[in-house]
Structures are given as structure tokens and as C-alpha cells.
């Protein structure tokens, strides 16, 4: 396979899910077009109106360009670093959209904004409320190899097939053999089998497991519903320690439910030591995060404190332009908040930790990151396992246009030191700087075990450093990397979403 197909073949895999969420029709519903069968004013540039002026008017795609050129105008972060591009010289909104952000680039040399997306109102509310997507029970891991390669990485929900496991790679899908893909075509039928945008579709799979045999099975896409809390144990360190390990995968509403259970049960049972697998935990709510990041270190670390302070744009200094209010701290957030499964203001439990192990990747995101920084603006010791974090530092508020929710970065969170910049991620270290730099082990993901496994890597380096405070070797962490499986133990791409990858503020927050 050529270069260029191969940087084709990649490219489509990664960005799949932001090109089927901004799918979105203009004129989707949901506006008033009374009294405005005219079009909006001449474009002036530099010149721009109140969003609310052209708000919820769909009679035409310039109406609705007018309202996401003022509204990014007004809420932006980077506002002033977007090119003023006449409104009227596109047809289609959600065009116009990706154009209104910056082109700028974070000290690493990475794009500063890959988070701008937007999707039909109705899918949004699915599957921030409720968790359901369209899918096969497990998410993918996508591999930047050569030829490139796809594995099962872990089950999101309760109906994971049983015929496939962590760790399994996709050798062919229908008669399209991963290492030959030849046409956009194959590219097209992979991708739409990977990611199947109906329940019923049907694709037969067949996959080669660790132990280098093959198998084949057929699986049919279903309405699945997220899990985002699967494993919740209590495992012995080999000093007798109690070490509670949760896996979180999702900052979605049913979430909180799920948290609140887990950690219930973590504290009656007593844990010395909390490992937290973030590893794929793209983001979400930030309510969700700053919940979990209460009931980890507890009523006296964290009253009085800051668990996120937003900061806008300069055109808002004191106020924040999408609720009007004065800009307050985010609390660390004790109670229930009725939004969801359950009634608002019951008390959240807490385990009182000094510190978290935090198993951590470049597939955290957002507001996952925020539990990290949060913790760490209140002294609570965070060791990080794993490799570096994606770096969002950023969020928005969803907003809804003519039956399309738009997503445009508006904030930065800072910790209740003041810190927020870490747009490259946070990075395991020998050391810990205060700032981008975490004190932890630099280890790779271990696709030869499940999750939560004593034996999986980034676990085990876990339980050896709670046992002598040192970050031990692949050898010595129980598993050992075996050349012909590749990338079995590296990090690979897990795609969802692009809302599940994100920092997320509702106004009911």
C-alpha cells in the first residue's frame, strides 16, 4: 500500500465519528422562521450583530451561518484568532462552522482546536442522556502501524460478544483483508462496517487472537447502551493492602449512579489504596467529574475549594456570556444533582484519600483531565500510570440551532492553584513538577490481558509501586511484550464520539 493510501486509510479511521456528527442538515427544525422570509443584512466584516438576532431562524442556511458567525464571535475562545469569512458564500452551515476556529498550534506543535463538531439535536440527547449508541457492545482500538491495524480494546457495555475478547485483531471484514485495502471503496466498506450507523447491520469479522489463531464470527450493530462504570474490584497488594480498582469509561448521565454504587462499595470495604483506570475515558460531563473527584478525596480536602474555575474570552472577564452570570468557581460537587437516575441533593460517599493511582493514556481527554488537575489543586497525590494524556484543557456548553447542537470551544479550567495549561497533556514522570509533569510510571497499554487483570500492565506496575514505590520494568510488572504481536503493547486510537471526548457544562449544571 502506497504512502498516501496509507495516510488516507488512517486519516479516515480517526476522524470517522466527527465526520458522521457533523453530518448534519441545515434547516433541521426546531426554529421559528416567522416573520423572517427576508435574509439577514449584508455581511460587513468585523461588523457583527447579537447572536440572538438570527437565533432559532431556519429558512435558510444564511440565517444560520449569521447566528454561528456571531455566536463563535461572542463565545469563542480564541474569537479573535478566526478568519471573518462572509456568511452568504456557503450553503451548507455546518461548512461554514468548521471554519469559524483557530489554525493555531499548542507549544508541541498540535493543532490547538481538534475539538469543534457538531451533530442533530436528537442524537445528542440519546446519547449524552441515556448512553446509546449504535454499536457492537466494545469499542475499537485503531494502530498508526504498518499495515495499519485495528483491535478489540474493551467492552462498553453490558453485551460484549462472547466470541470476542480484548486483544483481537481484525484481519478481515467481509472479503476485505485489513493488510490490502486497494480502493476508497475498501476504505468506505471498513469503516462503515467498524462504525455501523443502523442496528441491524450485519458483517462478518474475522479475527486472529493473541495466540496467533484465527476466528470467524458475524456480528449485527445494535442499540447499545453505554456501561460507564464495568468493573469495580478489590484486589491484595502484596503488603496486604486493600486496593479498590475502578474502571470509568464515561462521563455520560447514567455515570453518576454508577459512581455513586462503586464507590459505595469501595468504602465498605475498607481500601487502603484507589486505582483509577481512565485510560479510555475521552470526557463528558464535567458535573460527573467533579463528583468523582469529591468522593476521592473528601469533604475536608476539598470544601471551600475550587474544582474547576471556567475562564472565557477577554470580552467576558466577570461574567460568563452563555449563562449571564457572574463567573464563580465550580465546587468540588458533594451531593446528587437530579438531572439524571437519581433524586437531586442526596449526600455523595467519599473514600478521604492522600492519593490515586490514575491509569491514564493519549485516549483521556478533557474531563477526565480535569480529575487529574483538580485533585492535584488540592494536594491529593496523584500518580500516573501509563503514557502521556491527550491535553484538553478546554470545554463548552452544547447549543442547540435549528435541530443541531453545536459545539465550539469557550473555556479554559483552571484548579484551585490557578493551573490549567496543559494542552499537550499531563506526562508520567520521575517527578513531579506542579504543573504538566506527574509523578508516576511510563508504561504502554497491554492488549494480552482484559482490564482490571492483576497481570494487565499498566495494573500491575500499579500494585508494585503501592508495594515499594518504584516503577518497575514490563518483566518485573508480570507481562512481557512478544515481537510478533506488535502492537499489543502500545497505545492505539480508541474513536468515539467526539462529545465523549470533550469537557463538557450543561446550564442545568
Known sequence: MGGTRRHLFICVFLTLSAIQLSACSSGGGGGDDAGHDDQPSAWQPGVFLPSDEFANQCSSALWENNWLRSWSHETYLWYDEIEDRDPAGYADPTEYFALLKTEGYTPSGSKKDNFHYSMPTAEWNQQSESGVSVGYGFQWAVFNSNPEQVYAAYSDSEEWPAEVARGMRVVRIGDVYMSQVSSQADIDFINNALWPSAAGDTHEFEFERGDGTLYTVELTAANVVSDPVPKVDVLEGSGGERVGYLL?????????????????????????????????????????????????AGPERTEGKTFELMQFNDQHPTHDPVTGEPL??????????????????????????????????????????????????????????????????????????????????????????GFGEYSDGFAPSSYDDGYALVKGCEVADDFSHPLGDENEGRLAVALNYIADGQCETSAAAGFVAQPQLGVMFSDGKVVKSAWRQNRIVTLGR
Not at 475521552?282 to 469529591?294: E, F, K, N, T
Open 328 to 417: 464563580e468557581p465550580i465546587p468540588f460537587i458533594d451531593v446528587t444533582l437530579g438531572e439524571w437516575e437519581l433524586p437531586g441533593n442526596q449526600s455523595l460517599p467519599s473514600l478521604n484519600l492522600e492519593r490515586v493511582f490514575v491509569l491514564a493514556g493519549p485516549n483521556t481527554c478533557s474531563a477526565s483531565e480535569a480529575i487529574i488537575n483538580s485533585l492535584r489543586g488540592v494536594n491529593v497525590k496523584v500518580v500516573l500510570i501509563g503514557s502521556q494524556t491527550c491535553g484538553k484543557p478546554y470545554g463548552f456548553y452544547p447549543t442547540d440551532n435549528c435541530g443541531t447542537t453545536w459545539f465550539t470551544i469557550q473555556f479554559k479550567g483552571v484548579n484551585d492553584k
Open 248 to 296: 470509568f469509561n464515561d462521563h455520560i448521565g447514567t455515570a453518576e449512579k454508577a459512581l455513586r454504587d462503586a464507590v459505595t462499595q469501595l468504602r465498605q470495604q475498607s481500601i487502603d489504596e484507589l486505582v483509577l483506570d481512565l485510560r479510555y475515558n475521552g470526557g463528558g460531563y464535567l458535573a460527573i467529574a467533579s463528583q468523582l473527584a469529591y468522593m476521592i
